[in-house]
């Protein structure tokens, strides 16, 4: 079973808005992960915090964690086109391996 | 350098067919895991290796489902007579730590048909 879940499930806003993912999970994490994916294929890393982290930031990228909530936030300031693509939080489970969210889809329109 | 590869990039089957998928990880690292991506869906894990330790074979789907890592680097996912239901993308990703305390360096994938 899915350990992370997105919210929303699809996004779509214009160009130099920012854009905000909501991430739950319900077991107690090590860390927490986001990836990106586009097109379907490979995904790429983004940024990772950890458990005793409450924010983080990676150039137009801010994570926030709230362990007392279990849930997480990935916010992407003055978005563009390239940023299109689904967006993945992942937990280490139980059983210390990454379990993946459904993901959310971000479209930014021109 | 270079980065987690596998092949083939696309494959298409007849239902009945055994299959065999390839990763080979970046250089050096120690844990290799194996998802599946339905289409529009979440990473769906399947199979884990870490050094020499016995894998994580947890979430494979059933008993046709096989993988192995030989001398702790490549690593080869065979699926025994194809269903349908098996077409996906079948993505591998390896990292220097074990237990997802890492970055995970994914593969492009291998899109798997099912005819």
């Known amino acids: 079973s899915q350990q992370g879940e997105e919210d929303p499930q699809a996004l779509s806003i214009q160009e130099g808005e920012n854009a905000t993912m909501n991430c739950s999970y319900k077991?107690?994490?090590?860390?927490l992960q986001w990836y990106r994916q586009n097109s379907g294929r490979g995904l790429v890393h983004l940024i990772l915090?950890?458990?005793?982290?409450r924010e983080k930031h990676s150039g137009r990228l801010r994570v926030t964690l709230d362990t007392s909530k279990k849930s997480s936030s990935l916010l992407i300031t003055a978005s563009r086109a390239a940023d299109t693509a689904s967006y993945f939080c992942?937990?280490?489970?139980?059983?210390?391996?990454?379990?993946f969210g459904q993901g959310t889809r971000l479209t930014i329109n021109p | 350098g270079a980065g987690v590869s596998q092949s083939p990039s696309n494959k298409v089957t007849e239902k009945g067919k055994d299959v065999e998928l390839r990763c080979d990880p970046i250089?050096?690292?120690?844990?290799l895991y194996w998802y599946r991506q339905s289409l529009g869906q979440g990473l769906e894990f399947l199979i884990y290796?870490?050094?020499?330790?016995?894998?994580?074979k947890s979430g494979l789907p059933s008993d046709r489902f096989s993988a192995e890592r030989t001398g702790g680097s490549v690593s080869t996912l065979t699926i025994q007579r194809t269903q349908q239901e098996d077409s996906a993308v079948y993505l591998c990703?390896?990292?220097?730590?074990?237990?997802?305390?890492?970055?995970?360096?994914f593969g492009p994938g291998t899109r798997l048909t099912v005819l």
């Open positions: 990703a390896s990292s220097w730590e074990a237990g997802g305390r890492d970055t995970q360096y």
């Open positions: 077991t107690s994490i090590n860390n």
């Open positions: 915090i950890r458990s005793n982290e």
């Open positions: 992942a937990t280490v489970s139980r059983r210390q391996k990454l379990v």
């Open positions: 250089s050096g690292h120690t844990a």
């Open positions: 290796f870490q050094g020499n330790s016995a894998p994580d």
